[in-house]
């Protein structure tokens, strides 16, 4: 029987021969829903200069001496309104995700998750991986569209876990998939159920977090993206301009950031007449606080008392058949796309 070129990549004569590796990387969550672990994670996510790019000496002392203090209690009891049996929503979906895709890779290709800040490290993944004997290392940042904050970030954390490695990996790094057709795909799908499931709303939202605007000006494409996806999985639902709507989340602090403003865009309509509106997020690969207690909760409360009857949150991706089957494309393309560099034809 003839096989398929991904079947070929996934299949060795040795069975203890690891060709390949594939990190999933996510951002991070506390490892439990207290104010010391909310503390832990959020000092390092809030020192890194990707995510606030402020002269250390005004920044530090501003953080540890006034943010955190203030901060970490309040996020605490946020955290404690999501939480799950098995922990915190993002990791309990990363865990899913990634046990999920090693089954579809199959035993010679393993698969680790990282986060940029917390537990599992980036560090602590990588070093299992090429333990294993991983040749090519596939890295998977989970952000669908390409942003400096998150993307680089995670760069920035590989290229510090390999720094104590003598042997480096050939590195495969996906920076982008904001446009990936089963991407759109999935988050059709998505959309449809929640439309079977409630009804067809007089608004979609898409929701994504936001940036500082500042990062746009120095030539972060994220909005690019972020409007990319936008139009395709509106033109794959043949979505009408105007039902529906894009908009930035979870700003904080001062700065101007993208807009509108979901918090504000969510009142206007709701003042403006709009009864039933459901908001989806595809900047989020799993659910988290953003999503199941700012949207999924929050925004739910200010819709209703802004004068709106209905809002459905659409969940994340998560674990479902569609998410997995994107995430295994795209480490098969990278696959392929590797041997084929390795192995070019000759003429």
Known sequence: MKIKKSESILR????????AGVLLVNLGTPTAATPTAVRKFLAPFLRDRRVVDVSPCLWLPLLHGVILPLRCSKVAKRYQAIWMDEGSPLFVYSQRQQQALATQLGPNIPVAIGMSYGDPS????????LSQGVKRLIVLPLFPQYCSSTTAAAWDALASALRNHRNLPEVRFICDYATHPQFIWALQEKI????ATHGTPDKLLFSYHGILQKYVRQGDEYPQRCQATTDA???????KQDRYLLSYQSRFGYGSWLGPYTDNVISQLAKD??????VVTPGFSSDC???????A?????????AGGEKLHYIPALN???SHIELLHSLVIEELQSSQDIQQPKLF
């Open 12 to 19: 060795s004569d040795n069975a203890t021969e690891v060709p």
């Open 122 to 129: 980036i560090a602590a993944s990588v070093d299992a991986l």
């Open 233 to 239: 999985v509106a033109n794959g639902l043949a979505l």
């Open 273 to 278: 007449g709009v009864r039933h509106l459901q």
């Open 297 to 305: 909760d929050e925004a739910q409360s200010q819709f209703l008392k």
């Open 319 to 321: 674990d479902s058949k």
């Open 192 to 195: 449809e159920s929640s439309f």
């Open 289 to 295: 606080l953003e999503t199941l207690e700012e949207i």
